[in-house]
């Protein structure tokens, strides 16, 4: 018997959202969560990644862009299309999306340093026609002023890179509340490390307050938790809480 080829892509969202919609966040959650029920694959999560933040743009709720991994034995171009479609029918009707599609034949490190140039500047949109062009990356464009396809190359890039942004989707880390021990969270959820202050990793019995929000930041292109001992010495706090203006579908 043959097995199965499985490829990774990446796929960058960004300005999903507007009138009577949740936000993009909500909406890369929604298309992980779609990935598995359609049978195209499996998701590897979902991150958030902060762009440039000037009173020069117009954004919602922070200046961010979503990246979902996906796994697959899908066709590319039959992927990408999908893709686009079920996007297409999910964004806000005023809304003016982007999506990016990174595969192992694009040009990581050229599309990384757009990602990174997009966290310190305004970027325009010719640029990331440009950039996507030649880091062969595949982009396309949902609305009428095109401006969602430099965050969704932004998204895409700084995910290939491995070490920004934060993971807001992984199996069940939403359903962990209160104190658990490391070896459920590294069993349950994906996360492959949880760290204490010094980077060591916890041992599997070790109780860790959650705070009731575990967000795994990305590092070294896996979740990683990172956690401060509690003032009584009898558990791990994670060092991540939920910011007060936290988008709701983050």
Known sequence: MTAEITEQYIVGLDDTDGTGVEGTGALARALAAHVADAGWGRSLGVTRHQLFDSE????TTGNHCYAVGIETDRNALDLEDDLVEWVRKHAAKDADPGVAILSRHSDMPHVLAFGRRSQTEIMKLEWAQTFSTEANVALRALGRKRL?????????????????????????????NGRVTAGNIRERTGVEAVLDEAGEPLDRDDLVETFGWLRPRLEEGRPVIHTSRSPEGRFWLVTDRRPANEPAGD
């Open 56 to 59: 020069k743009l117009t954004y």
């Open 148 to 176: 969602g396809t430099i965050g969704a190359l932004a998204a895409v890039g700084l995910r290939a890179g491995g070490r920004d942004g934060r993971f807001i989707d992984l199996p069940t880390i939403r359903d962990l």
